[in-house]
């Protein structure tokens, strides 16, 4: 047997758009995601963010969960099993959604594209398929069909995204709003392009299947070429998304049904998520058990810090008093935010602390010499980075 | 429009005592059954003209509490009978008798453990009893009544003296066969004694899990477990209910099928406000309360897209497959069985425990069992009315009978189990076969379409331990409460279960009142 061949069944996934991308991984820096390979970055990751926020990049999101819902319950089972009220979604609108256990821990967040009156398309970032059969069961009228590995899907973010789009010739990219979508025809297949992304900025998700994926990314580059379109990775997706105030999973949330200790996952009050929760909606999975967390006010809240002096907060815990006595929480993530200027940082404080002085002792580490220091935090309300150019409908065009 | 305090789904047993217990309280109450007859698998049907027979035959731990507090005797009820003997019958007619408290035929030693063996258990029993007519609290509880429940138990246990504790923490799990084993050598009286371990479940002697604990369960009645057929048969006791209920301002609805129980939704969540007939009639009351087993209840009725997904989940997984068939015959005259001088005991084919296991190995891979094991009572020997004169009803329950046969039930795996059935019987009565008029054999599939009752399980669903105590049916629904506001549980899918108990029908009704 030729070596190449064995084990074929376990080597990674390569996405649609594998073939252009590894073209340009200069530094082959390859992760994994849902079993695709997956680029961290691919020259330089402070450089792809820069492109994110100054010009535009595009972000290989294939591997992200896409599922199908169709039929004449698709819309009482999502609803049931979501905890916002998903029923005056309106066709070729998009919402962002998070769904629970029956005790109200949060399974996963993701979005929801409503194709039609019976068709939805359910988008998240780990495999759910066997918690949507279980969240079926009892309704006649439902087929969901798997589309991960049939549709590509790439997002493209950053100021000059539209500009790319509209040289394209995309006719309506300018009335699309955030959280709106449109189907057209691309080289025989069907594209779907939203108003999303994961950068806080302004940007566009594509979606196309998997055949056409090769023409949507040359037609992409060759448009992109003057507003300096590059590939982005991992790295600097963790770098929009902080600066803009999305959670991560395994950052900021831990998957409840891949959570073993007791209550190490999170409550949607908890990562302030609570605008998600519709206690109108009769029922709802967890909902007794968040009525109940929302009267008792979660344990954690998460919380966006600014914090003193320039040295990312990573894996610190945070205080009540400047001597370290008092723990009172823990950082999720933090960095520099080079687009803020700020040290920045998002961390799970204990609620019933959120008024007290907040101080975070942070390591870190000078030419092998291990240093540390506790330094000041400020409770921040809004998101880091929030352009009005994100919102804007037309975008400005470039 | 009528408006009730209370509606009860199913006019079963457990629904009659429920009815009783919250009329009594001052509720309104109206009970509504499919069928056109009161008390659900006791209920006596005509299964040839001119005779009748009962699902359930006899009785073994009707509560004796609920008799005396319904005052079920001042309406026909008498229960001052004595025991049924189990008769283990024998090819070369070397017959064991087995009554409460003694047995006869076998080896002196086997007679001496015998006692042994019944203190034993009857010590164990006895320390059970009272938990049965309680509601288990939930695990997670601040209610101190609720915890004191378990400290009971706790407690009950540890009075027993240490010996006795570990006796029990021992035995109760263990599978029947080790149990007969370490007692006796006769190879009829340990399958004898094993029958009322197993029968109503989807185990055999050599199946680990619960077996004793539900032989335990039903020793809690009147006589240690043994059957008794009350003056009057089984019709007296759901008569009774009835005519109490009735008493007590109960009103009855039958021939009427409940199709939906509606649901209100508002913001403050789901709520139970009345049923929808087969008519589409709708009923409001303040609750209701579903006497039909859970899986119905919950998937049927109340649709599971009412119910929280994991919790739909689990009722939809619940193991609710019979594997008991029941067996009537019309008989021209009393058959003789060989060696037997009186047909009035319950009469056990099932030679050895292996018997038992080989019966159980056919029907665990789908088929039924080809040689089936089956208890018999001759009901007319009691109340002779059932049948016309001079003529005589068999009532037989046949283990083991799959509810779901591999490649479905025809009328030919019927005939032939019914031949196989009558075969068996012959074995032991050789005047059986000219003696019989008609015969029917209910499959569990028949039950359930019979009786409305998911896969024709005796009990609502396995009595097994990941479906006792508060588990039973399920978590969030063990307390006779349910996920939905106003909707209440009170059959025999309920804590403590199945068997003619009321049992589940007074611990709803004692939940609801208080």
């Known amino acids: ?398 | 429009m009528k408006s009730y305090d209370s509606i009860i789904i199913g006019g079963g047993h457990n629904a009659l005592v429920c009815a009783n217990y919250l009329a009594k309280s001052g509720q309104k109450v109206l009970i509504i059954e499919a069928l056109k007859k009161f008390g659900g698998l006791a209920v006596d049907r005509e299964f040839f003209p001119g005779f009748r027979a009962n699902t359930a035959s006899a009785l073994n731990q009707f509560s004796e509490k609920i008799a005396s507090d319904l005052n079920l005797s001042s309406h026909g009820f008498n229960s001052k009978t004595d025991a049924l003997k189990n008769i283990a019958l024998d090819l070369s007619q070397n017959h064991v008798y087995i009554n409460e408290d003694s047995v006869i035929g076998v080896s002196e030693t086997d007679a001496q453990n015998f006692n042994q063996y019944k203190s034993l258990l009857k010590k164990f029993a006895d320390v059970l009893k009272p938990f049965w007519l309680k509601s288990i609290p939930r695990l997670k509880n601040e209610n101190i009544k609720d915890l004191l429940t378990f400290v009971e138990i706790g407690l009950k246990i540890r009075l027993m003296g240490k010996e006795d504790m570990r006796e029990f923490l021992r035995v109760f799990s263990l599978p029947t066969r080790d149990l007969m084993d370490e007692f006796f050598d006769s190879d009829l009286l340990k399958a004898a004694l094993s029958w009322d371990a197993l029968i109503g479940s989807s185990q055999a002697p050599r199946s680990p899990n619960n077996s004793i604990l539900t032989l335990l369960y039903r020793m809690s009645g009147k006589h240690q477990g043994h059957y008794y057929i009350p003056n009057g048969g089984i019709d007296s006791l759901i008569d009774a209910l009835v005519s109490s209920a009735e008493e007590a301002g109960v009103e009855f609805m039958s021939e009427t099928l409940v199709k939906e129980i509606i649901i209100e939704n508002s913001q403050n969540g789901l709520k139970a406000i009345g049923v929808k007939t087969h008519n589409s009639e709708e009923i409001k009351a303040d609750r209701i309360i579903s006497g039909v087993d859970p899986k119905q209840t919950f998937i049927n009725l109340v649709g599971a897209h009412n119910t929280e997904i994991e919790f739909s989940n689990r009722i939809n997984r619940l193991r609710s497959n019979g594997y008991v068939a029941k067996f009537n015959l019309a008989l021209s005259s009393l058959p003789s069985f060989m060696g037997l001088d009186s047909l009035r005991g319950r009469m056990l084919i099932a030679p050895t425990m292996d018997s038992i296991e080989f019966a159980w190995d056919d029907t665990k891979y789908g088929d039924y069992s080809q040689n089936p094991v089956l208890d018999m009572i001759v009901p007319t020997l009691f109340n002779p009315s059932m049948a016309p004169e001079g003529k005589h009803i068999l009532s037989a329950n046949i283990m083991y009978i799959p509810y779901q046969k591999k490649g479905g039930w025809s009328e030919e795996d019927k005939n032939e189990l019914t031949e196989k059935i009558i075969d068996t019987i012959s074995q032991y009565s050789t005047n059986i076969r000219d003696n019989i008029l008609h015969s029917e054999l209910l499959t569990p599939l028949d039950l359930e379409t019979e009786f409305n009752l998911t896969g024709g399980h005796w009990h609502h669903g396995e009595l097994a331990l990941d479906q006792m105590l508060m588990m039973r049916p399920t978590y969030e629904a063990a307390q006779y409460r349910t996920p939905i506001d106003k909707l209440y549980l009170c059959s025999a899918g309920c804590h403590p279960g199945g068997g003619i108990m009321g049992a589940a029908g007074y611990n709803a009704a004692k939940e609801i009142i208080k």
Not at chain 1, 207 to 222: G, H, M, R, T
Not at chain 1, 247 to 257: S, T, V
Not at chain 1, 306 to 311: H, L, P, T, V
Request: with cysteine.
């Open chain 1, 1 to 398: 047997m030729n070596n190449h061949n064995k084990f074929s069944d376990e080597r990674l996934k390569l996405s649609p758009f594998h073939e252009r991308q590894a073209a340009l991984n200069v530094r082959d820096a390859w992760s994994v995601w849902n079993g695709y390979k997956f680029a961290d970055y691919y020259y330089d990751a402070e450089y792809e963010y820069f492109c994110i926020r100054n010009t535009c990049g595009t972000y290989d999101i294939s591997p992200m969960q896409k599922y199908l819902i169709k039929g004449k319950d698709a819309e009482s089972m999502l609803n049931r099993m979501v905890t916002r009220d998903i029923s005056n979604l309106a066709p070729n609108r998009i919402t962002y959604v998070c769904w629970c256990t029956n005790e109200g821990r949060m399974i996963d967040d993701g979005t929801i594209f409503k194709i039609g009156a019976n068709e939805y398309m359910l988008t998240c970032g780990s495999p759910n398929l066997a918690w949507l059969k279980k969240a079926s069961f009892g309704y006649s009228s439902i087929e969901i069909e798997d589309l991960t590995d049939t549709v590509a899907a790439i997002s493209l973010q950053g100021p000059t995204s539209f500009s790319v789009l509209d040289d394209m010739g995309i006719a309506g990219i300018e009335n699309l709003r955030p959280f709106d979508f449109i189907t057209i025809e691309f080289n025989n297949s069907e594209l779907t392009i939203s108003r999303t992304g994961f950068t806080g900025d302004l940007g566009y998700e594509l979606w196309i299947e998997k055949n056409s994926a090769i023409a949507l990314w040359d037609a992409l580059y060759s448009a992109g070429e003057n507003y300096g379109i590059q590939p982005y990775g991992e790295t600097a997706t963790n770098m929009a998304r902080l600066e803009a105030g999305f959670i991560m999973p395994y950052m900021e949330f831990n998957e409840a049904l891949k959570t073993v200790h007791f209550q190490h996952d999170q409550t949607p009050f908890e990562l302030n998520l609570g605008w998600l929760v519709d206690f109108k909606k009769p029922i709802f999975n967890g909902r007794g058990a968040l009525l109940t967390d929302k009267k008792n006010g979660p344990t954690y809240t998460l919380t966006k810090l600014d914090i003193e002096g320039n040295k990312p907060a990573e894996a610190s815990y945070i205080y009540a008093d400047e001597k370290c006595t008092k723990e009172i929480g823990y950082v999720t993530s933090a960095m520099w935010s080079p687009a803020v200027k700020a040290n920045i940082a998002m961390a799970m404080i204990k609620t019933q602390h959120l008024d007290d002085e907040l101080w975070v002792e942070i390591y870190y580490e000078k030419e092998l010499r291990q240093y540390d220091k506790v330094v000041r935090c400020t409770k921040q309300k809004k998101p880091f980075w929030m352009p009005e150019r994100a919102k804007l409908t037309p975008p400005r065009k470039y």
